[in-house]
């Protein structure tokens, strides 16, 4: 995260019996320009806020809709106890931050920033693995192409991958897409290098 974001105009929903820290945290929240929502029943996964703060200590496993290793939002646990279960728990759900309870109005502004910047962390992170599989997916073909370069140019192996990776290059296309055309025959095959 590159710049410190402004909360205003989010929803943020707060998984937790009403007490005096609901009533903290709705107070800071407003006063950051949040709409707040205190519920302490299961979110529907239809209608997700953008941030969720959950109750680690009496929040149980179906709590939050969605897969615990990939979660839809970014989630600030609540947590008044310092039971490794309990914080194995908020690890489990996705939790990004941590604001301890009883709430002071102080910690919720860096807990929303933190929770969003290590969610938005996740996804890219999630978005180079698949990249990166999706490369790893159409090796066969590039290896399949650099094959038919060899044959074609009675040239080796490095030459041949060379020949496809500066064609790749100067059409400004993805090596694997490269592969494919030649592969499939739309390509006609490039000059050895």
């Given at each position: ?7 205003a ?35 529907s996964?239809?209608?997700l ?13 179906d ?15 609540l ?79 490095d ?28 390509e006609?095959?490039p000059?050895?290098?």
């Amino acid at each position: 995260m590159r710049q410190t974001p402004t909360f205003a105009g989010s929803k943020v929903t707060i998984l937790h019996r009403e007490d005096g820290n609901t009533e903290k945290l709705v107070r800071q929240l407003r006063l950051l320009g949040v709409e707040a929502n205190a519920q302490w029943a299961p979110l529907s996964p239809g209608d997700l806020p953008d941030i969720i703060m959950v109750d680690a200590d009496q929040g149980w496993d179906d709590l939050l809709p969605f897969d615990r290793q990939a979660p839809l939002r970014p989630v600030v646990a609540l947590l008044g106890s310092e039971a490794p279960g309990r914080i194995a728990w908020a690890l489990s759900q996705g939790a990004g931050a941590i604001i301890a309870k009883p709430v002071a109005s102080s910690a919720v502004y860096p807990a929303l920033v933190m929770a969003l910047s290590i969610q938005q962390e996740r996804e890219e992170a999630q978005d180079r693995i698949r990249h990166l599989e999706e490369r790893s997916r159409l090796r066969p073909l590039v290896y399949a192409a650099v094959e038919r370069l060899m044959a074609s140019h009675a040239i080796g192996e490095d030459q041949a991958y060379r020949t496809l990776r500066e064609c790749a290059m100067r059409r400004r296309l993805p090596m694997e897409q490269i592969a494919a055309f030649i592969v499939a025959g739309a390509e006609p095959l490039p000059e050895a290098i």
